[in-house]
């Protein structure tokens, strides 16, 4: 039996684990650090399945390493298993996770006889925007021994090399001062009209910015009562750019937006975070090829999509990775239009049999992957070798 016929067999007989593990995860959503279950679930599913698990990796209670075999070919797969903020898994991180857990299980099986190490890394809290799991357990040393990494993402349709921008997430507050709206305005300092200014230059902003740029947030303190002069506003905002040197130039613009509401009304500005962004995706083109080869094999083809293929979409922390680490991060179609990311509807199209379909493909598709970097002398030669 060949190697990928024995990795396909393997998957197979593991499916319906891998399709109650990604519904369990969907029931169940957290928010990222705070993955306890989903966590514990992954573990004990890979360490029931043989594998060596470290939980609470890197100082970070909720990440992991699970690792197989000791080829000298060693290949992550990250699974990602966080949710967004009451719409669930609107994202669709249980299929993340659960087509790790069945990538990494499929390769296993002939780890050895090809000569791969194939590691699953939990990596939670990939919606929060800023300082994520990625990027702690790349500053910590997660990645430090691998040669390649993968994993696929939820979307309604198929892409090979999705365009992945740079994001940073921030926190705005104003801090002005208390009065009677009526009695004594003239007495209070309006952190609510601190923002509004904000936005407004924000909005004049826009104008003269790249195409590709974005500048989108919401407020989430807008003052206590409308006959009191708010003392105490904030927001969140992410700025976004096709690279991390464009984003550094978009960022001081938009801080000057914040600073003239603050010069406006004389109230005082703090803004956190923002330190520590996400890059953008640097797909390694012979992955991607070696990838493209294995979906396509399991008749799932790649369409042509259009403006689709050139229209920056959304931002990951595994822009972070792969600027360190040869990477691929195809995104799987569950076949949801007209529901898109980060709608409740899409929430709901993750349970489906079309994502549990994407759930075994991707899962597969990555599976053979691993393999054929551990066949491809090569290619695994420039992988261990890379500077």
Not at 146 to 152: E, L, P, S
């Amino acid at each position: 039996m060949d190697a990928k016929t024995a990795a396909r067999q393997r998957l197979e007989s593991q499916r319906d684990l891998l399709v109650e593990l990604s519904h369990r995860i969907h029931a169940q959503p957290e928010l990222g650090f705070e993955e306890e279950r989903s966590s514990t679930w992954l573990c004990e599913t890979l360490a029931d399945l043989g594998f060596a698990v470290e939980p609470g990796i890197c100082d970070l209670p909720t990440a992991f390493r699970a690792r197989f075999g000791n080829g000298p070919l060693s290949v992550a797969i990250c699974a990602e298993y966080d949710s967004l903020p009451g719409i669930g898994h609107a994202c669709g991180h249980n299929i993340i996770a659960a087509s790790a857990v069945g990538a990494a299980l499929a390769a296993a099986q002939v780890a050895d006889d090809v000569g791969l190490t194939v590691t699953v890394l939990g990596t939670p809290a990939e919606e929060v925007g800023n300082a994520s799991g990625k990027i702690l357990l790349l500053e910590r040393g997660a990645f430090g021994d691998v040669h390649a990494a993968m994993m696929v993402h939820p979307a309604p349709f198929d892409m090979l090399r999705a365009k992945i921008i740079a994001a940073s997430m921030f926190e705005v507050t104003y801090t002005g001062k208390e009065s009677h709206a009526s009695a004594f305005p003239e007495l209070g300092i309006n952190a609510a009209d601190a923002l509004t200014i904000a936005q407004t230059a924000l909005g004049l902003l826009r104008q003269h910015i790249r195409a590709a740029d974005r500048i989108h947030g919401i407020v989430t303190n807008g003052g206590v009562a409308p006959n009191v002069i708010p003392a105490h506003t904030a927001a969140k905002y992410i700025i976004r750019s096709e690279t991390l040197a464009q984003l550094n130039d978009l960022r001081p613009k938009v801080h000057r937006c914040f600073e003239a509401g603050a010069l406006a009304t004389g109230a005082k500005l703090a803004i956190l975070g923002g330190d520590k962004p996400y890059a953008e995706m640097r797909h390694d083109d012979a992955i991607a090829a070696l990838y493209r080869r294995n979906s396509e094999a399991l008749g799932r083809p790649f369409p042509n999509l259009g403006e689709w293929e050139t229209r920056p979409l959304a931002s990951t922390d595994m822009g972070n990775v792969s600027l360190a680490v040869p990477s691929i991060h195809p995104m799987i179609g569950i076949n949801s239009l007209p529901a898109v990311n980060h709608q409740p509807e899409f929430t709901a199209h993750c349970v489906t049999p079309d994502a549990d379909k994407a759930l075994t493909d991707g899962a597969l598709a990555m599976a053979w992957t691993c393999i054929d970097l551990a066949s491809d002398a090569d290619l695994r030669q420039r992988l261990m070798t890379r500077a």
